[in-house]
């Protein structure tokens, strides 16, 4: 099993940058495909970003995409996400999942764990 605890969300304004962390607890980190989704007010958890349990492979949700990066460090059992150029429709409570295996995963339904989020508000 593995303990997800997500750090670094807050108040910007849009055009700024925020770094969502992910620390997870285990000694099985590096097994583990990682991934961030979000949910806005009133709407659906959505898929922002997925990493592979190496880092070699990344995917992006097209609202984000070139203006977020997912990256993980491994020995410190922590995924990232830096987020620019942020907009007010960036605004969220920001979720960090995983699961094991070694691809990259976009589907909700296949994370098995899921950290308790950190709020994400962009003024405009």
């Known amino acids: 099993q593995v303990h997800l605890v997500e750090s670094g969300g807050g108040l910007v304004q849009a055009g700024g940058s925020l770094r969502l962390s992910c620390a997870a607890s285990?000694?099985?980190?590096?097994?583990?495909?990682m991934g961030w989704f979000r949910q806005a007010p009133g709407k659906e958890r959505e898929f922002v970003a997925a990493?592979?349990?190496?880092?070699?492979?990344?995917y992006y949700a097209d609202s984000v995409k070139g203006r977020f990066t997912i990256s993980r460090d491994n020995a410190k059992n922590t995924v990232y996400l830096q987020m620019n150029s942020l907009k007010a429709e960036d605004t969220a409570v920001y979720y960090c999942?995983?699961?094991?295996?070694?691809?990259?995963?976009?589907?909700?339904?296949?994370?098995?764990?899921w950290g308790q989020g950190t709020q994400v508000t962009v003024s405009s």
């Open positions: 285990g000694r099985t980190f590096s097994s583990y495909a």
């Open positions: 990493i592979n349990r190496s880092g070699g492979t990344t």
């Open positions: 999942a995983g699961v094991v295996g070694s691809f990259y995963y976009t589907r909700q339904d296949v994370y098995d764990y």
